[in-house]
């Protein structure tokens, strides 16, 4: 059986970026993953904001990484070809108590190293952006805060490891780790076993549960729910800023995004629960949000929304980001309390933990061949006419329109479905190329694609899911025989 020099246990987005700075050096690098496809919990769902880390507490190693994976985004973005925007937030008073805090929040950013924040006055604020609430008192403008497609930055970080070597186990949960005199040697999963030198602990959620696995978990991590409305793209009060409430010490509050795919974001609640499976939308929940984000965008209006999801965050007590290296279980590396930054902060906690994994004696010898560029799937709906007429000739599959809401194509799907991280699920179609993401929340394409999913995987159609075994869209034949 092959050895693997490192596992990582989690295919969100920090261990897939793990999974990336690792495919530099020449080493057998695997990641597994419960789930069916790349993303991990908590980084398919988030607001898809890159912080600066402006209001991190100073001082701890949030802020430390959050701060150092900000710059590094611009090359990142064009590297892995993501789509990402500094669009620039508006940290936004609406009160005379929130405007009397601001002084504080702008020096702080100063202490976590972000000293690129403005102060606004109520005229500025109402300058930057003009659907902001007329009851605006002022503001901190955090000119290098940003947008980004996460379910694209996830994908393209697998995707370009997986080019340069790294393994992927998907649908494999992981059940025991086993050690050899106070050593880690396998990771036990539902399908096998795998050798190996070094496990990383990047199972955001379900750190807890991986870390008692090797007796390491000092620790407990709940989910906390946040709930979102996705409004649609011509509405009259779209923003280009994002509007950041003055934040509490249980949470960023609730927001009001743009997006890289033109629609609005705004929430999410903050709701600490147990059950690590409940993705129920509330209504008590909605309603808090647009009660919440009216006091920054008075216009919002739930009439205006496509759809509603949450996400749960790992919520580590006690809080603090903690990545580290066992003292008592040699080869093991937890990484643990990330939390809404997780996204952002991947970029940097990739550098962080290679740093670890050298100290602990694993050897890096660069890889020659690194290719660090990856090619997104064609976006058909950003080209000429006169390059999808060329293209069209070419393959008349980009012709089949598919998704008349997003302008997907059935060769943009079969070009999801045959990347070096295949989508295999009606979702993960989704979360490549946003069919199902329209007005129509895929009422007219879903039936279509789960029938190019069967033809290209070449299985039945009733065995296509939405996202997980259990989830599967047919029970039988219809009335077609598809």
């Keep these: ?59 701890t190693l949030e802020s430390r990484l959050v701060v150092a994976a900000n710059p590094m985004y611009d090359k990142l973005a064009r590297e892995l070809d993501v789509p990402f925007t500094r669009c620039g937030a508006i940290l936004t008073a609406v009160s005379q108590e929130e405007y009397e805090l601001l002084p504080e929040l702008f020096r702080k950013s100063h202490e976590n190293g972000v000293y690129d924040v403005e102060m606004l006055t109520a005229e500025q604020a109402k300058s930057l952006e003009p659907q902001i609430s007329p009851e605006v008192k002022g503001g901190i403008y955090i ?67 991986i870390a008692k696995m090797v007796n390491q978990c000092d620790f407990t991590v709940h989910p906390r729910k946040g709930q979102f409305y996705i409004m649609e793209k011509d509405i009259p009060y779209n923003i280009e800023k994002i509007l950041l409430p003055v934040p509490t010490k249980h949470s960023k509050g609730k927001l009001a995004s743009p997006t890289v795919h033109g629609n609005m974001l705004i929430g999410p609640t903050a709701e600490d629960l147990e059950d690590k499976e409940d993705y129920a939308v509330t209504a008590e929940g909605l309603e808090e949000i647009i009660e919440s984000v009216r006091r920054l965008l008075p216009a919002a209006s739930p009439k205006d929304s496509i759809t509603q999801y949450c996400g749960l965050r790992p919520t580590k007590t006690p809080e603090g980001y903690k990545i580290e290296a066992s003292e008592e279980v040699q080869g093991y590396i937890g990484v643990t309390g990330v939390r809404s930054t997780g996204v952002t902060a991947s970029a940097s906690i990739a ?21 660090p560029y990856r090619i997104g799937i064609t976006k058909f709906n950003e080209l000429s006419w006169k390059e999808k007429d060329e293209l069209i000739r070419q393959n008349p599959f980009y012709g089949h329109v598919v998704c008349r809401c997003e302008t997907v194509t059935e060769g943009q799907i079969i070009e999801a479905i045959q990347r070096p991280i295949g989508a295999r699920s009606l979702d993960a179609i989704k979360r490549r190329l946003r069919p199902g993401t329209g007005r129509c929340q895929g009422g007219f394409c879903s039936p279509r694609i789960v029938e190019i999913l069967a033809r290209e995987l070449n299985v039945p159609a009733e065995t296509i899911t939405k996202h ?7 029970t039988g034949p219809n009335r077609l025989g598809v």
């Design 468 to 474: 997980r075994k259990g989830s599967e869209i047919l």
């Design 351 to 371: 550098g962080y933990v290679v740093d670890i994994l050298a100290d602990e004696g694993l050897e890096l010898k660069p890889k020659v061949s690194f290719e």
């Design 143 to 209: 000119p290098r805060e940003g947008i980004i497609d996460p379910f694209t930055l996830v994908v393209a970080y697998a995707e370009n490891a997986a080019m340069n070597g790294v393994k992927f186990m998907l649908s494999t949960k992981v059940i025991d780790i086993h050690l050899e005199d106070g050593r880690v040697s396998r990771v036990v999963t539902d399908i096998g076993e795998i050798l190996t030198r070094f496990v990383i602990n990047a199972a955001g959620l379900y750190t807890d549960e």
């Design 1 to 59: 059986m092959e050895i693997m020099d490192v596992v990582i246990i989690g295919a969100g987005a920090v261990g897939t970026a793990i999974a990336r700075e690792l495919s530099k050096y020449e080493l057998n690098v695997l990641v597994v993953d419960k789930n069916e496809d790349v993303g991990g919990d908590a980084s398919k769902s988030n607001s898809g904001i890159i912080h600066t880390g402006y209001d991190a507490t100073p001082g």
